[in-house]
T-cell receptor
Framework: AQSVTQLDSHVSVSEGTPVLLRCNYSSSYSPSLFWYVQHPNKGLQLLLKYTSAATLVKGINGFEAEFKKSETSFHLTKPSAHMSDAAEYFCVVSDLFNNDMRFGAGTRLTVKP | DAGITQSPRHKVTETGTPVTLRCHQTENHRYMYWYRQDPGHGLRLIHYSYGVKDTDKGEVSDGYSVSRSKTEDFLLTLESATSSQTSVYFC????????????FGPGTRLLVL
C-alpha cells in the first residue's frame, strides 16, 4: 500500500521569507503526487500535481514542488510567503488503477507579519 | 469551481439516528468519492463510485453505506450514527479529462452527540 508522510505538522514563517513544506511518499508504482491547500473552513484546492512529466512542477500562487525519486520526496516551496498563504497543506499520492488516493496528515502554515 | 455542492453543510444529530449526506455534481462525471477529515489523519476515503449503481469501499468504510441512482448524485448514509463519526465530510469528483486529479466540494460538518 502506498503512503505519505508530511514531516512537519506546523510550519511558521515570516512574511516575505521562503516556505518549505516537506513530504515523503511510499509507493510500489510510479506515483502521481499532488499538493492541495485548505483555507480555514473551506474545501480543498489543487495547488499542483506531478504525473511523470517534468520533475519540477509549478503550481498556482507561486508554489512549486520537485519530485525526487531517489529521495522519495515531493517538497513544496515558495520563494516569498504572503499572509494569504496561511492555510493547511496536504501532500497526496495517487494510484489511478486502484482508485487509491492517500493523504498526508497535513501541515499547517502560519505566516507572521 | 467544479460544480459540486454538498447538503447539508452542517448537521447535529444524536447517537443511533440515521443520517444521509448528499453530494451533487453538475458536470456528469463518472467518478465520485466520499472522504472524512479528522485532525492528524488528513482525508481518508470512505467509499467511491465509478458509475450509476457502481460503488466500492475505501479505507474507512465500516459504518457507512452509499448509493448512486443518478450520475449527478452520490449519497452517503450513516445507518446508526456514532460519536466516532463526528467529522467533516468531503465529496470529490474526478473529471474524466484530468485523469487522477480530484476536485472537492465545500464539505459537511457533522456532529454526533
Amino acid at each position: 500500500a502506498q503512503s505519505v508522510t508530511q514531516l512537519d505538522s506546523h510550519v511558521s514563517v515570516s512574511e516575505g521569507t521562503p516556505v518549505l513544506l516537506r513530504c515523503n511518499y511510499s509507493s510500489s508504482y510510479s506515483p502521481s503526487l499532488f499538493w492541495y491547500v485548505q483555507h480555514p473552513n473551506k474545501g480543498l484546492q489543487l495547488l499542483l500535481k506531478y504525473t511523470s512529466a517534468a520533475t519540477l512542477v509549478k503550481g498556482i500562487n507561486g508554489f512549486e514542488a520537485e519530485f525526487k525519486k531517489s529521495e522519495t520526496s515531493f517538497h513544496l516551496t515558495k520563494p516569498s510567503a504572503h499572509m494569504s498563504d496561511a492555510a493547511e497543506y496536504f501532500c497526496v499520492v495517487s494510484d489511478l488503477f486502484n482508485n487509491d488516493m492517500r493523504f498526508g496528515a497535513g501541515t499547517r502554515l502560519t505566516v507572521k507579519p | 469551481d467544479a460544480g459540486i455542492t454538498q447538503s447539508p453543510r452542517h448537521k447535529v444529530t444524536e447517537t443511533g439516528t440515521p443520517v444521509t449526506l448528499r453530494c451533487h455534481q453538475t458536470e456528469n462525471h463518472r467518478y465520485m468519492y466520499w472522504y472524512r477529515q479528522d485532525p492528524g489523519h488528513g482525508l481518508r476515503l470512505i467509499h467511491y463510485s465509478y458509475g450509476v449503481k457502481d460503488t466500492d469501499k475505501g479505507e474507512v468504510s465500516d459504518g457507512y453505506s452509499v448509493s448512486r441512482s443518478k450520475t449527478e448524485d452520490f449519497l452517503l448514509t450513516l445507518e446508526s450514527a456514532t460519536s466516532s463519526q463526528t467529522s467533516v465530510y468531503f465529496c470529490a469528483i474526478r473529471r474524466d479529462t484530468t485523469q487522477e486529479t480530484q476536485y472537492f466540494g465545500p464539505g459537511t460538518r457533522l456532529l454526533v452527540l
